[in-house]
DNA sequence: CTGAAAGCGCTAACAG
DNA sequence: CTGTTAGCGCTTTCAG
């Protein structure tokens, strides 16, 4: 285990230097440099990042931190944090709340440990206590999608999704819409689901057009749940709606298998619409609402990094919206139910 | 920032007492603990990780090495592997190797940085150089499901689960059965890939039956990929078996789904059987060989964590197989097809 | 541009 | 059981 000491005295040069030239802060003869590369190539010198760290006070590490790793829309976004992360030669730490099961001492001990430059943190709600104490630890944080007072955040327009998923469903001339989305007031998801089901009642409202109590589904976000529920919901024929906009294509998955076995046709019975971009989208035809997850995840990385980098001189514009896509594909069409009974 | 130097001065007591006290390590009367307990929490004290890696050496951060975090198998598994090690107090450093993208890097730098306590390796094959230098690198790792010549592995028999999948089958009196697996040779589950393949013409060849080659199928285990290639096998009626043994539920969905659009009923017309244990196979109906990976994850971290503690102690058992448990929904049954041609 | 020296904050012998 | 004394391996003033 040759270390920076072995190095310089092989290159001939003070640690200062041999540190200086391998780190590429502080300037140096470019003749000192290449005999310090030499030499450290030549022992095999690897950094150690223990020391460094504790030196200069960069771990060159980030932490992730999220409710689900197992969720697709969680997963690809980890995917785009990971690569912009290893593209700038950073470590990844990995926080999974898996629900709320590790939240606290992810939240009270983890995060405190002060072995990060920066944390992105991804769907989460944190009271004031707890933004409170991560921020005194002096860590530099960028949300996405969760309501982070304080803090930059990346997020969707939630309600501009909805109002859009919507307003397709609307546009193809459907009246009878029902829309599948999370928890009204405490879930996890809170602001989106709320912000999703809000711009779907907006769109309802300006087409003039009742949102029935019973259209309007609590899922969790899981294909498998959001298959009974529509199952539920599609089984009594006078009762039916003739579109359906979920807030995930994972529960949109879980409602257009509700659907078949029902033996519905889709699109023709009933069209159903979601929100992410999951690419099985492709094979059960949905049309979606692409949020493009691995760009927040790098997009957020690469915020945090300015921030982390900068040292907190520009804050940035506090918060940033992301662009998503509509995606048509064979789940959406005008309604041809063949009985045409109308709403109640 | 209060360090254990105030937390000892605010103790009364010396700065090796005091992080003995809080380490647990070594013996320190009641009396001092308690002191020292009382004081940290009053200074909201918490301990340096880096500076406390660089004296002990040892980081409490564990690395999982994995293909791609967002395929429902490695994305479960490690869900597992997070728990566990949230549970013993440990960070979980992610290198998700994105396919090949990062692998170079992650073998050849990140993990050589010495900041790890362990390494779970999850489903990698690892040449003789790449082993020589992460071992070199003195880090204990635990293999999960890749073959990793002179590391301890867990690993289900893949060469018995194509052969129960596959018996599974032929018992409900399937003859025209397929396969759809991974790459035979290059591919990066090459171990499973080919065990499973290999079960499988085992068992056909123990029941007298051909194997045809067209139906022995090379998917990348994307459910989007095996759809296309299940599609394509099921378009001929003359060609078509009667049953499909995938190596993973994800393309088993592919096959369900392309099987329904080409308007084959499931199971009478085709049985489809997967691997995994995917969540989603409920409301599919998917008859699987569940291999519970999230306990896969846990497991290979106990594993690993004893070599870690026990520093290499006791090596115990190099390999240790897993358990998995066939899952029989409703995507299995006799063949029931109207056309009775037989196979050519 | 370079070297010497002083830590970063904690742990680990080693005596007592 | 406890205190003293050295470092862990690197970065960083501070002089030169």
Redesign the pocket.
């Known amino acids: ?8 005295r092989l290159a ?12 590429g ?9 290449e005999a310090v590369t030499a030499a450290a190539s030549e022992l095999g ?4 990042y ?3 760290s ?5 771990s060159h590490n980030i932490g992730v931190v999220l409710p689900f790793v197992n969720r697709w829309y969680f997963a690809t976004l980890l995917e785009g944090a990971n690569s912009a992360l290893m593209d700038a030669g950073y470590d990844l730490t990995l926080y999974d709340f898996q629900g709320d099961r590790y939240r606290e001492s992810v939240l009270g001990d983890f995060l405190l440990r002060k072995r990060l430059d920066g944390v992105l943190a991804v769907s989460l709600q944190l009271n004031s206590h707890e933004t409170e104490q991560i921020l005194a630890a002096g860590i530099p944080v960028v949300g996405v999608g969760g309501p982070l007072p304080g803090i930059p955040t990346l997020r969707i327009d939630d309600v501009e999704v909805g109002r859009r998923a919507t307003n397709h469903l609307l546009s193809l001339g459907h009246t009878r819409v029902a829309h599948v989305g999370g928890e009204h007031e405490y879930g996890r998801n809170f602001q989106i689901s709320s912000g999703r089901r809000a711009g779907y009642e907006e769109a309802m409202a300006a087409a003039g057009l009742p949102v029935r109590e019973a259209w309007s589904l609590i899922s969790d976000y899981s294909a498998n749940d959001a298959y009974r529920e529509t199952k539920q919901l599609l089984a009594d024929p006078a009762e039916r709606p003739t579109a359906i906009f979920c807030a995930s294509d994972e529960m949109a998955f879980g409602a257009i298998l509700a659907a078949r076995d029902l033996g519905l046709r889709i699109p023709d019975e009933l069209s159903v619409i979601g929100v992410d971009g999951h690419e099985m989208g492709e094979i059960l035809g949905l049309t979606t609402i692409d949020q493009i997850p691995r760009n927040q995840g790098m997009r957020a990385v690469e915020r945090l990094l300015a921030l982390v980098q900068e040292d907190g001189k520009a804050a940035g514009p506090a918060d940033e919206l992301m662009q998503t896509r509509l995606v048509v594909r064979s789940s959406t069409s005008a309604p041809r139910t063949l009985d045409s009974k109308t709403a109640s």
Chains 1, 2 share one sequence.
């Open positions: 285990m040759a270390g920076i000491k072995d190095v310089a001939g040069v003070s640690q200062a230097t041999a540190s200086r030239a391998l780190s802060k502080g300037s140096v003869s470019s003749k000192a440099r010198f690897v950094m150690s223990h020391a460094s504790l030196a200069s006070g960069r």
